[in-house]
């Protein structure tokens, strides 16, 4: 294994390149105020910090939370169902059903969240005039990514050994008990991949609240976006590195939970 270390070496160059030395340089743009990007004009500042404070800031972190919470509990509550009924059906063709799941996601995300705005707004079909609402930006973002849900459990469920449901059932156990007893906790590790594919893009995202909320729904990305079209890249990176902060301690807490599952 020893002689396959080089060739690590080019990943690990631009390993440094590519996300330390960006993310050294944002730090350091912290504690500075600058025009733009105009370095010559920078002096020593703790302004971006005292930002902070803002509630704006928080309200905006707020309702990221909550509209990646509900998108991610409308996508276990139909996204466990159809990755079951795929897996434990007899279906010849379940590739088939698969790739009908991926098929959206070949197209264009934007061309996708512009033609949901069309639907939703009073010129649509239906003339449901939700746009600008939480609701609206929730079904999309669910629509959006209810297939990084799917998948994860679905690649459980095929993997698990039957024959622990065929145990249980012949020890007498009715089938919905075998399903909460057996099945969900061994498919547990595929529902917490899920919820960390669904609710980081949901919660850090601005093109659907951007889109289907206009300017309304507020969210940490938006927030982030605006920022950055400010030129304020002081804030901006400070901002940056807040959110990827809270990101990596989201992923280290669900790693956490599951370590402490299987022992």
């Not at 440094?16 to 020593?44: E, H, Q, R, W």
């Not at 622990?164 to 075998?178: I, Q, R």
């Amino acid at each position: 294994m020893k002689r396959f270390k080089n060739l690590a070496i080019p990943y690990l160059v631009w390993l440094i390149l590519l996300v330390v030395v960006p993310l050294l340089v944002m730090f350091v743009l912290t504690f500075m105020s600058t025009n733009g990007t105009d370095l010559t004009t920078a002096i020593f500042s703790i302004d971006s910090y005292k930002r902070m404070l803002d509630p704006s800031i928080y309200k905006a972190l707020w309702n990221s939370l909550y509209v990646a919470g509900i998108t991610v509990i409308i996508c276990i509550l139909l996204g466990y169902p159809v990755a079951y009924f795929i897996s434990f059906s007899h279906l010849k063709n379940k590739k088939l059903f698969l790739l009908l799941l991926i098929l959206p996601m070949w197209s264009n995300s934007m061309l996708r969240i512009v033609s949901w705005l069309r639907l939703l707004s009073t010129e649509g079909l239906a003339a449901l005039n939700l746009v600008g609402t939480d609701a609206a930006v929730i079904f999309v973002t669910v629509t959006t990514y209810l297939p990084f849900m799917i998948f994860p459990i679905y690649t459980v469920l095929e993997k698990l050994d039957r024959s622990l449901l065929e145990a249980s059932a012949d020890l007498g156990v009715p089938s919905f008990k075998t399903f909460f007893k057996v099945t969900v906790p061994l498919s547990l590790s595929g529902v917490s991949s899920g919820v960390l594919m669904v609710f980081l893009p949901a919660a850090t995202g601005f093109a659907i609240s951007q889109t289907i909320g206009q300017g309304k729904v507020r969210l940490i990305g938006n927030l982030l976006q605006s920022v950055f079209e400010k030129n304020n890249y002081n804030f901006g990176s400070l901002l940056s590195i807040f959110v990827s902060v809270m990101i990596l301690a989201l992923v280290a807490a669900f790693s956490l939970f599951g370590k402490r599952r299987e022992n």
